[in-house]
């Protein structure tokens, strides 16, 4: 029987076919058969985009509070409507920032202290802007500033903007949702692959949420909402977030965008303006489980204030919140 011969030459071969297999199955066919911990979710048409902080003057400012459990009875100053556009969700009292900028563009912004990220966020250890800011209203009762948001004393002419910086990112993304197969669009911020071809880019869910908990996230999309992000949450205690991409990141935000708006990142105020006029609502939902295409019941009274009556709007409204 004739030996076989095996020289260097074909052994080398073997080696680098055997490494080309690895890394295929490793990065592109079956990345999950090495990682015991993820569910891996190919990712489509990635795109990474830096873009200009935007900037926006205050013209018109109309905030609305959306109360439930606090049924107003029909009188002559209460409205009764039927509205689309208010959410019932777990019945969480949230403010409607209606706003009208100089340029004519307008925009409303949620603001909810438990779902909304970082909409005018306060700081807890140090109140300089909310002292600048409450020497706009003799009267205001101070404490430590906790109780007040600075969006309740803002003045026309008043600049709003993205960031501290000039520049941002943004990452989109599409994945596959397990159920329908519908491509659904996300967004997410400060996070950027060096590269979507080596290694790849997968989106990554964990193994140890069950797959009901998993496809939730998926059902949640709604980027018509007015809430339009995933809460991702802490997954580990190196501060890395669940429902992510699976490239390096010293950080990565709670939220996971549904669609890209003004308010997806910080926005801060900058007191440019010189005129107090402010319109307050507030509006009951009178039935939260009647939550229909067709709409809520709802009460509503508005209420303008200026110059003329701000202590009132001190009285009524800031020493009130």
Request: charged residues 30%; aromatic residues 16%; hydrophobic residues 30%.
């Amino acid at each position: 029987m004739k030996k076989l011969k095996i020289n260097d030459k074909h052994i080398f071969f073997a080696l680098v076919s055997l490494f080309i297999g690895y890394i295929g199955l490793r990065y592109y066919i079956k990345p999950e058969w090495f990682d015991s911990e993820h569910i891996y979710h190919k990712v489509y048409n990635i795109k990474v985009a830096y873009k200009k902080s935007q900037k926006k003057t205050l013209q018109d400012i109309h905030i609305e509070f959306i109360h439930f459990g606090k049924n107003k009875s029909v009188d002559g100053q209460w409205k009764e409507s039927t509205r689309t556009d208010i959410k019932t969700d777990g019945n969480w009292h949230y403010s409607i920032l209606h706003l009208t900028f100089s340029d004519k563009t307008k925009l409303d912004i949620l603001f909810d202290e438990y779902k909304t990220g970082y909409l005018f966020q306060s700081d807890n250890d140090n109140y300089k802007q909310f002292e600048k800011l409450s020497l706009r209203f003799p009267g205001i009762e101070q404490g430590d500033g906790r109780g007040f948001r600075s969006y309740l004393m803002m003045y026309q002419g008043d600049t709003i903007y993205q960031n501290n910086d000039n520049q941002y990112v943004v990452t989109s993304f599409q994945i596959k949702n397990p159920k329908t197969h519908k491509l659904q669009t996300y967004y997410d911020y400060g996070v950027a692959p060096k590269s979507n071809v080596f290694p790849p880019v997968y989106f990554l869910q964990d193994k140890k949420n069950s797959a009901k908990e998993r496809q939730e996230f998926f059902d949640d999309y709604r980027p018509n909402d007015r809430v339009n992000f995933w809460n991702r949450g802490l997954y580990n205690s190196d501060s890395i977030f669940n429902n992510r991409l699976n490239i390096e990141a010293e950080w990565y935000e709670s939220q996971l965008f549904y669609s890209e708006r003004f308010e997806n990142l910080p926005i801060y105020l900058k007191m440019t303006g010189d005129k107090f006029k402010t319109t307050i609502t507030d509006t009951y939902v009178i039935d939260g489980q009647n939550n229909t295409k067709k709409g809520i019941r709802v009460q509503s009274r508005s209420k303008t204030y200026t110059e003329e009556n701000k202590d009132q709007f001190v009285k009524e409204v800031l020493n009130q919140k």
